[in-house]
């Protein structure tokens, strides 16, 4: 065998700690898949004096992580977190010194993978990241890698298992979004401050890594169009069912004669098709890779065993000596991309909250036909004349502009309550 691979570890929280387990209690099988000894020599985190779930008092320990760029590693592991602070600095650091880099970090590459990149093939290193989207899925890979062949169309992907857990739990107990969302954080299935699961932070940053991989543009948070699912009622979730269709909140990128659309959205997913039926914390991906065909991944998008597995396949590469550019193009490659994602044609779900008073469906319908919004089906269950009632269409393909458009003039009116809701139809 040929020389160790010297390995620092830096962020010993779930997925830290399952990655200093798995390379200490699995280290005669890792080392013999990898061709070579994977051997922890250092780890960084603040408190020495925490119990851990392995004995790590033979390593070297920094408490400031940051130091371990400079200790006598071959690879630094980033499992800190944050796009900022220490683990921007510790990235930053080990790359300059010729380290290798594997991370978990979304975050951190959505907002500076391109000049990560730029500084990773100047050293000659790998930043290797397959556990920073969708856990233990080999999606980075396979795109990077694997489906390269007839390029890619398209990719839509269930990237958030908090978001998908509160769905299925909205779906399946008819209760509201912030009751699930309670008991989901009593659970601990959802963070004590839950805003960049529910927003569509977190999937529009493993959005831009994955169009990044699929489409060679540089990771671009400001050109993905991004929102969360807060908006989405009980209703939503029962109307949808009735038209078939069951709500996700996607990742989506595809190519368009209008440039590339990148949109993170709840959307409606015909039932019975492979993402309707992800279910619970699951993430999965459906990638369409032209000739080749589409190719469906599914499995667990968090957690320690999933994610500790996806950066030990990182270290592995990397002890092979597989390199190759982050994004499986050279940096300077990739394109920058226009402004604003291009307008999108699609179906729409609209529900409106109305008052039940003559002359209120007459009002949205002439709204819509002046947009040039064509109306496909409807639904009203009316209660008492004058209480709040819900109307819900669904509309033919058309402009997303054009139904936002129509949206903002029926918004304004004193018989419309609230904000309507729209919700694109996403094709099979
Ligand atoms: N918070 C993420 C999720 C996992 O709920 O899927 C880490 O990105």
Not at 47 to 68: I, M, Q
Not at 285 to 292: F, H, M, T, V, Y
Not at 403 to 421: E, F, N, Q, R, Y
């Amino acid at each position: 065998m040929s020389q160790p691979l010297k390995i620092a570890l830096a962020g010993l929280g779930t997925v830290g700690g399952g990655v200093a387990k798995l390379l200490l209690s699995r280290k005669e099988e890792l080392s013999a898949r990898a061709g070579r000894a994977l051997e922890l020599v250092a780890v960084g985190a603040r408190d020495r004096t925490k119990p851990r779930a392995v004995d790590l008092s033979s390593l070297t320990w920094f408490g400031d992580a940051v130091a371990l760029a400079s200790c006598d590693a071959d690879v630094v592991i980033e499992l800190i977190g944050g796009e900022e602070g220490p683990a921007r600095r510790l990235v930053e650091a080990a790359l300059r010194a010729g380290r290798h880099v594997v991370t978990a970090n979304k975050a951190l590459l959505a907002h500076h993978g391109l000049e990560l990149a730029q500084i990773a093939e100047r050293q000659n290193v790998s930043l290797r990241f397959e556990a920073a989207v969708a856990g233990g899925i080999p999606i980075v890979k396979a795109l990077r890698e694997s489906l390269i062949a007839y390029g890619i169309n398209a990719v839509r992907g269930i990237l958030n298992g908090t978001c998908n857990y509160i769905l299925t739990q909205m779906e399946a107990s008819g209760k509201s979004f912030a009751e699930v969302l309670r008991e989901a954080q009593s659970l601990g299935y959802a963070e004590a401050d839950p805003s960049l699961d529910i927003g569509g932070g977190d999937t529009a940053h493993k959005l831009a890594l994955l169009s990044a991989l699929a489409f060679g543009v540089a990771p671009r948070l400001g050109q993905i169009h991004t929102e969360g699912i807060a908006h989405i009622t009980p209703d939503d979730i029962r109307f949808a069912r009735e038209f078939g269709f069951r709500i996700k909140l996607l990742g989506m990128a595809r190519q368009t004669a209008n440039g590339l659309d990148q949109r993170v959205q709840p959307a409606m997913v015909r039932a019975g098709t492979p993402l309707a039926d992800v279910e619970g914390p699951f993430n999965a991906i459906l990638a369409d890779a032209g000739e080749a065909g589409p190719f469906f991944f599914e499995g667990r998008g968090a957690g320690e065993a999933p994610t500790a597995s996806a950066v030990i396949a990182d270290l592995v590469d990397i002890a092979r000596g597989t390199h190759g550019a982050p994004f499986g193009r050279p940096a300077a490659d990739l394109k920058s991309g226009a402004g604003e994602a291009p307008d999108r044609v699609s179906a729409y779900y609209l529900r409106f909250e109305v008052l039940d008073l003559p002359g209120v469906l007459a009002e949205i319908a002439g709204r819509l036909a002046e947009a040039e919004v064509s109306i496909e089906s409807m639904i009203q269950r009316g209660r008492s004349p004058g209480e709040p009632v819900a109307i819900v269409m669904i509309t033919h393909e058309c402009a997303q502009s054009r139904v936002t458009d129509a949206l903002k003039v029926i918004a304004t009116s004193d018989k419309v309550l609230g904000s309507p809701c729209m919700i694109p139809m996403e094709a099979a």
